[in-house]
């Protein structure tokens, strides 16, 4: 019996390590998959911006919120891959590691380490440039999104993201998070 636990574990745990992010990019953005350009630099601006890893946060809280998803970082809207050259170019050392461990830490800072720890982050080497897919399993919990000194609940509805309000927050969090009779059976909440 243990054999066969094990088998089914390293099985579970090989695919939630594959993430297909050629097939993610030519399906394009969707209620499940999101793609940012960048997680630290501004575009627009030419500079680093937290407003910018604010956006990551909360699309990475609302796919926890809600079915899960993938957000693709170095990725324009169109689906093409410009790497990530920019964010590394923020970091005291410029490469993959770094940006996973600031990525960590800013998720942990956001919503808390226990939540943090639900993606599973993976790089991928696409045409030349490196992309960041997040995998993001549909929480147990709600994730609160903690910035600036306000608390939010973050979902996605269709292919956005967007904060509920109160009333909203309270009536989805009853629905989607309540336990379920196996779990009051089996004293898990």
């Not at 909360?58 to 990725?75: E, M, P, Q, R, Y």
């Not at 490469?95 to 919503?111: C, G, I, P, V």
Request: charged share 25%.
């Amino acid at each position: 019996l243990s054999f066969l636990v094990a088998g089914i574990a390293a099985a579970a745990g090989a695919g939630a390590a594959a993430i297909d992010v050629p097939a993610l990019l030519a399906a394009g953005e969707s209620d499940r998959v999101e793609f940012k350009e960048t997680a630290r630099w501004n575009v627009r601006d030419e500079k680093k911006d937290a407003r910018m890893e604010q956006v990551v946060a909360k699309t990475v809280a609302a796919f926890l919120n809600s079915a899960g998803g993938t957000l693709v970082i170095g990725v324009d809207d169109a689906g093409h891959a410009v790497g990530l050259d920019r964010d590394f170019s923020t970091l005291r050392t410029p490469d993959a590691d770094r940006f996973e461990l600031w990525l960590r830490d800013l998720l942990a800072t956001s919503f808390g380490k226990n939540a943090a720890a639900l993606p599973k982050i993976r790089f991928a080497d696409l045409d030349g440039v490196t992309v960041c897919a997040v995998r993001c399993p549909r929480s147990a919990e709600p994730v609160f999104l903690t910035q600036g000194g306000s608390t939010e609940l973050w979902v996605r509805v269709g292919n956005s993201t967007r904060a509920l309000g109160v009333d909203e927050a309270v009536s989805y969090v009853a629905r989607r998070f309540s336990p379920s009779f196996a779990d009051v059976v089996l004293g898990r909440r």
